[in-house]
């Protein structure tokens, strides 16, 4: 059974900071950590796991070292990260803490990233969220991933084929790539979001029922869980954007104010669909009431036709002997012939009126 955030915090109760508790599920089997050491005129690339004697070491200033490291429940590894780097202890213990809120902090030895990378299910219409760290100082990166997929296979591919500026700038650099990156993954998501609204306001036209307005509800509270991975986000690479640290090269940040734009028109799509999933789900009253009015409609023009009908019918029901009419050869026919005549002359009158 999936751990909710409530009972994963109880796990921390009464311990001091900077304590090292993993919080989430075991989403893989062991550590993966790859690493790369490259400047401009080369680059060294290796894997790892957390069943190989590992010794971490950063290189000389000119050079960047990337640890990425995928997992997140080993917490010995972490402290070993920590002593070995000296990162601060409240830095390692939002690392394990899975349901933190994206978030930039500055400490004497280094900068903290914390933000949350998106998934869109289409099947069931889940947005899947998982929670990723950037910590970064001079000339050395580690970041942190809780599921074992390779979030970040675009950037190491720049990496790799030296590709644009990163192999020529500093740490600072590649963790604002790396945050760019999972910016960029939101737009894709949110594109996916879009194509499925569009589907359900189709189908919402043609056949409304109640199975359309489940997927209308859920994607709202799926929507809600984007907004607040994102909104915070907002806040913490506008600090990290204003930030004087002495990690961040002035040429950086000219990049990480543009990310911060994008965070921004991504809380406006955000926004944007919250906005048409409100207006679907009224859409989807107003096909409702309008198919009900519809039905109304039609049973209200059979009860105005037959009201007459039964009028004559109950006038000639009666337990009288003396009826003009009643012993009359063909009275029976003439009262059919004027019930359809009557029943026509009212069907035309409606049409006229365009009742229905």
Do not use: C
Request: no cysteine; hydrophobic share 40%.
């Amino acid at each position: 059974m999936k751990k909710l955030p409530k009972e994963r915090k109880k796990k921390k109760v009464g311990l001091v900071p900077g304590s090292v508790v993993f919080t989430g599920n075991q989403k893989v089997e062991k550590i993966f950590i790859h690493y790369l050491q490259y400047d401009g005129q080369g680059l060294e690339e290796k894997t790892l796991d957390n069943h190989d004697t590992i010794t971490f070491h950063q290189s000389a200033d000119d050079q960047v070292d990337w640890y990425d490291l995928r997992g997140l429940h080993d917490t010995h590894l972490i402290e070993q990260l920590g002593k070995t780097f000296k990162i601060h202890p409240l830095v390692l213990e939002d690392i394990a803490d899975v349901d933190q809120r994206p978030k930039f902090e500055e400490y004497e030895t280094g900068n903290f990233i914390i933000l949350r990378a998106l998934a869109f299910d289409k099947t069931t219409l889940e947005i899947k969220t998982e929670q990723v760290g950037v910590y970064f100082s001079k000339g050395l990166l580690i970041s942190f991933q809780e599921n074992d997929s390779d979030l970040f296979a675009a950037v190491r591919k720049r990496v790799l084929s030296g590709r644009g500026k990163v192999r020529h700038r500093g740490a600072d650099y590649l963790a604002y790539a790396l945050v760019d990156n999972v910016v960029d993954h939101y737009y894709v998501i949110l594109d996916q979001l879009e194509e499925v609204i569009e589907s359900l306001e189709d189908e919402l036209l043609e056949t409304p029922d109640h199975t359309i307005k489940g997927k209308i509800h859920h994607l709202k509270k799926e929507l809600l869980s984007v907004r607040k991975s994102i909104s915070p986000l907002r806040e913490a690479i506008s600090r990290f954007s204003k930030s004087d640290s002495p990690f961040i090269e002035d040429h950086s940040t000219v990049f990480v104010r543009d990310l911060y734009d994008h965070t921004v028109q991504v809380m406006d799509m955000v926004e944007t669909y919250r906005d048409m999933l409100n207006g679907l789900q009224d859409l989807y009253l107003s096909e409702i009431s309008f198919k009900m009015n519809q039905v109304m409609q039609v049973l209200t023009v059979i009860t105005t036709i037959f009201v007459p009908l039964s009028f004559l019918t109950g006038l000639y029901g009666m337990n009288f002997d003396h009826i003009p009419e009643l012993h009359y050869r063909y009275g029976y026919f003439v009262l059919l012939a004027v019930m359809f005549v009557l029943s026509l002359g009212l069907l035309y009158y409606f049409r006229r009126k365009e009742w229905f």
